[in-house]
């Protein structure tokens, strides 16, 4: 029997959406063989994209490779929920105690710039992706993420961000800006913008091979080897290896499939849906009209989109992690989970309850050990990597391309003083521990999300103890 939810014509994976909006691209030619560059860059996706284009504008005469093993976008970045927010890639508490509290601070306004820096860099290069600078609403939708809400307000002006960095809407504005049901109290931060985001990753990679970087797709990384014996680090391929005097690594979710990398960060698992266009009467009933970006304070959270043609796209987890570290194929999903985020989207927006689900699919998000992203260069081995952005990337992702623009080239800038450059964190667990661990603290938080649901006042222990088990 067919599911009511979805339509007639309901896609699941194809890489997501969002391709099948924009379409997918021409491939671009396979590494032809071994080579030999300055910089060579492993990973086609929005870390690696902007690594070369900051590398490409102040050095022109660098020699540079982008080498990616399906096409560039095919992973997160062309995924995600097309959310352009300056929330921390980490835990601010835990770059706090590294680092202290100025660093964290520094992080943050740097993460506010990053919003800037993209939406300045599409306008001048000609990018179109449906980019609002509509900022980011969250909400509370019962009195434990209420309190944590609050708390969380007065933890950013503790660290001096005033309301013009974020703030609570009172009760009529925020039933004028989108009627979310059940929701108690929202906060508003401007420092988010909506994006298409395969529009912004394939314009970001035209613009960088009309730079004159050699983009080849198509070719598989197994391993990057450092310096060695006089030997240069390598991308090891099997079209042949690209020598270079740096190996970026930036391959975020699919880092385990490098030699050596398994355990690096884990692949961790997220799924989204969109609608077909809802009806004009159901957005009367919404509002949603300055296309603010949506989340909650749920444990298990959501993230959600108003599309420039009228749909909404909304996210959260399916299936967190794969045994092994695996990924998905192509972006298919667990039809559980496309009913899960159905229903959800429905109790927050009963107005497009009716409205069929038209695409679902997911994709791998990066996820350290401490949960906390690091961007580094390695000067003796050549080899430096940015990522870990544990599902905030696509400015995360432009602060990290300036970032190992600046170490590469070993100048020293307010972005090398960062807490989040140089930090060494502990591989996760071997398997079966892994796999396990994962869903126990998923389970954990699922069951904290019930509590919670039910009226309990305060932060469940369910959660706190996943919070443990986890290393958030």
Request: glycine share 12%; with cysteine.
């Amino acid at each position: 029997m067919a599911d009511p939810r979805v339509s007639s014509g309901f896609v699941n994976g194809e890489v997501s959406f969002w391709y099948r909006q924009a379409g997918l691209p021409s491939a671009r030619a396979p590494l032809p063989g071994a080579r030999e560059y300055d910089v060579c860059v492993v990973g086609g996706g929005f870390t690696g994209l902007w690594t070369a284009y900051y590398l490409k504008r102040a050095r022109p005469s660098l020699r540079i490779a982008v080498l990616e093993r399906e096409f560039a976008g095919f992973g997160a970045s062309g995924r995600n929920g097309g959310w352009l927010t300056a929330e921390l890639a980490g835990s601010a508490a835990r770059y706090a105690r590294d680092r202290g509290e100025e660093a964290v601070v520094a992080q943050q306004r740097a993460m506010f710039g990053a919003v800037d820096e993209v939406i300045r860099v599409a306008a001048a290069e000609g990018i179109e992706a449906d980019i609002v600078r509509s900022g980011v609403l969250d909400v509370a939708t019962n009195p434990a993420q209420r309190r944590r809400m609050h708390a969380g307000l007065a933890s950013a002006r503790d660290r001096g961000f005033t309301e013009a960095d974020l703030r609570l809407l009172s009760p009529g504005e925020r039933e004028e800006r989108l009627r979310v049901a059940g929701a108690l109290d929202a906060t508003y931060s401007p420092h988010c913008a909506r994006v298409q985001p395969a529009r912004l990753v394939q314009g970001l990679a035209r613009v960088v091979a009309g730079l004159g970087v050699d983009i080849f797709e198509g070719t598989t990384v197994g391993e990057i080897r450092p310096r060695s014996g006089g030997r240069p680090a390598q991308a090891v391929t099997a079209r042949g290896p690209v020598s270079a005097e740096y190996v970026i690594r930036a391959t975020e979710g699919f880092t385990a499939g490098l030699a050596g990398q398994r355990r690096q960060w884990l692949p961790m698992n997220s799924s989204m849906i969109v609608t077909a266009p809802l009806a004009d009467d159901a957005w009367e009933r919404i509002g949603w009209e300055g296309c603010e970006l949506l989340g909650d304070h749920a444990h298990a959270y959501i993230y959600a989109q108003r599309t420039a043609d009228g749909r909404i796209a909304l996210g959260g987890r399916g299936v967190p992690y794969r045994f092994g570290s695996g990924w998905d194929r192509r972006g298919a999903t667990q039809p559980k989970t496309v009913t899960a985020l159905a229903r959800m989207l429905a109790s927050l927006f009963p107005a497009a309850a009716g409205t069929p689900i038209e695409h679902a699919w997911c994709g791998v998000l990066g996820v350290p050990r401490d949960w906390c992203s690091t961007a580094h260069v390695d000067h003796e081995t050549g080899v430096g990597w940015a990522g870990g952005y544990v599902g905030t990337g696509v400015a995360t992702t432009n602060l990290a391309g300036r970032t190992l623009r600046d170490l590469i080239l070993r100048e020293d800038t307010e972005l090398t003083t960062l807490p989040w450059v140089g930090r060494r964190v502990r591989p996760w667990e071997p398997e079966p521990l892994r796999w396990m661990g994962v869903q126990l603290i998923y389970a954990l938080y699922r069951a904290a999300d019930r509590r919670e649901n039910r009226g309990r006042p305060d932060t469940s222990a369910y959660a706190r103890l996943a919070d443990l088990i986890s290393g958030r």
